[in-house]
Nanobody
Framework: QVQLVESGGGSVEPGGSLRLSCEHSGSSAYHSVILGWVRQAPGQEREGLAALDSDGRIIYADSVKGRFSISQDNAKTAIYLQMNNLTPDATAMYYC????????????????????WGRGTQVTVSS
């Protein structure tokens, strides 16, 4: 069992930045773990944004590439999502999530079936 707790959400003006944090535990029980960020706006499908795995591979959705950055602390107890140049369509609930395995080209498209999920943190981008 991987447990994840998100924090850092809030309200920000367009063009602003937020840094989301996710404390996680239990991933050491697995040889290969994917850790990532997924968002869901009201009435929309969940959208995988970014992920990293135990091999250090990182993948981004095209919609956020160059503006969002995923990272992990040195102790490997937390991951982060730095979000820059935010626009109103980024308003959503942001989830930290994990799965067993390694990143492939489909991992973000299949993020809605990842095994472990946090409860989410709300991000609102408005003037």
């Amino acid at each position: 069992q991987v447990q994840l707790v998100e924090s850092g959400g809030g309200s920000v003006e367009p063009g602003g930045s937020l840094r989301l944090s996710c404390e996680h535990s239990g991933s050491s029980a697995y040889h290969s773990v994917i850790l990532g960020w997924v968002r869901q706006a009201p009435g929309q499908e969940r959208e995988g944004l970014a992920a990293l795995d135990s091999d250090g591979r990182i993948i981004y959705a095209d919609s956020v590439k160059g503006r969002f950055s995923i990272s992990q602390d040195n102790a490997k107890t937390a991951i982060y999502l730095q979000m820059n140049n935010l626009t109103p369509d980024a308003t959503a609930m942001y989830y930290c999530a994990a799965d067993i395995g390694i990143i492939d080209d489909l991992v973000l498209r299949q993020a809605d079936v990842w095994r472990f999920w946090g409860r989410g943190t709300q991000v609102t981008v408005s003037s």
